[in-house]
Nanobody, 120 residues
Framework: QVQLVESGGGLVQPGGSLRLSCAAS????????MGWYRQAPGKEREWVAS???????NYADSVKGRFTVSRDNAKNTVYLQMNSLKPEDTAVYYC??????????????WGQGTQVTVSS
């Protein structure tokens, strides 16, 4: 019954900015962590950034200093602020969350993905 809904993807020029959002809904007891992955055409899915409970954040080296991940716990939402975007950032971005439900142990859920295209 847990669902992740992503929004904010689109087309942006190199050097531009974009903000992705991912809201979790359903019978949620606790969200241990939320984060973002991306997958470019012909490539494997790679980890981008994570926000762990307690305010801890981590970033892949390729986006460090340009992307910022944050959580709004009251809204069960994670954001990815992407600045100084490069063509190589073009990918489908997926929201991921480790969530415990009322009658289930914690495991990972995934959003359906949102397309980010960086091109002039």
């Amino acid at each position: 019954q847990v669902q992740l809904v992503e929004s904010g993807g689109g087309l942006v020029q190199p050097g531009g900015s974009l903000r992705l959002s991912c809201a979790a809904s359903g019978s949620i007891v606790n969200i241990n962590a939320m984060g973002w992955y991306r997958q470019a055409p012909g490539k494997e899915r790679e980890w981008v950034a994570s926000a762990i409970s307690g305010g801890i954040t981590n970033y892949a080296d390729s986006v460090k200093g340009r992307f910022t991940v944050s959580r709004d716990n009251a809204k069960n939402t994670v954001y990815l602020q992407m600045n100084s975007l490069k063509p190589e950032d073009t990918a489908v971005y997926y929201c991921n969350a480790n969530i415990r439900g009322r009658i289930t142990l914690a495991y990972d859920y995934w959003g359906q993905g949102t397309q980010v295209t960086v091109s002039s």
